[in-house]
């Protein structure tokens, strides 16, 4: 299955099972990139947020008019933050940010219980490595690759340069064949592997 990419100023498909990384400077907004990714060619998409809390996810998709009935939300954030949680069928909490094994499980679900175009976004790769460290969340972002290839499915992976040794970095992009860069100024450059 192909997507439209939906991020840059060229037209650019990728295949179903694609990762794309966003590499970006850690002053730098994402919301426009994230939310241009996740509204176009898709009929039901999954944020993970392990950065901001799901009410915070709602007003940034309404801010950016995102079709809010297509969107699942998996909050890994306010139970470690002690915030109340609204409780929704639409909104999964994460017991601490460091639960992989209850985002893997909750990222399958979704993948198996939706059809059609699916698109997942996980805000952020640096949030995970902060609470879950730093090989465990490189091991989480590899397995949600595998499950975006075997259900067929694209997901956008949040990484701030700024934060991580080249190293690590080096070896994200290793993982991803679509890389998208942003800078301070909010420039895009599309990067497609071969």
Do not use: C
């Not at 060229?10 to 994230?34: C, F, M, N, Y």
């Not at 490595?129 to 465990?136: D, P």
């Amino acid at each position: 299955m192909e997507y439209r990419l939906g991020v840059g100023e060229e037209p650019t498909t990728i295949q179903g099972g694609t990762g794309v990384l966003l590499l970006h400077p850690s002053t730098a907004v994402t919301d426009r990139v994230d939310t241009e990714f996740l509204v176009d060619d898709t009929d039901q998409f999954l944020v993970i947020s392990t950065r901001t809390t799901a009410r915070e996810v709602w007003q940034k998709l309404e801010f950016y008019d995102v079709d809010e009935d297509r969107a699942s939300i998996i909050d890994a954030i306010s139970v470690e933050r002690g915030y109340s949680r609204r409780q929704s069928e639409d909104v999964t909490y994460l017991s601490s940010p460091s639960d992989i094994g209850g985002l893997l499980t909750h990222v399958e679900s979704f993948l198996t219980s939706n059809e059609g175009k699916r698109r997942i976004s996980l805000d952020s790769v640096t949030e995970l490595g902060y609470y879950a460290g730093e090989q465990q969340a490189l091991e989480a972002v590899s397995s949600l690759l595998g499950l975006l290839e075997e259900h067929d499915a694209v997901g956008l992976f949040h990484l701030a340069t700024g934060v991580h040794d080249e190293g690590l970095i080096d070896e994200y992009r290793r993982l991803f064949d679509v890389i998208i860069e942003l800078d301070d100024d909010g420039e895009i450059e599309v990067h497609l592997g071969d």
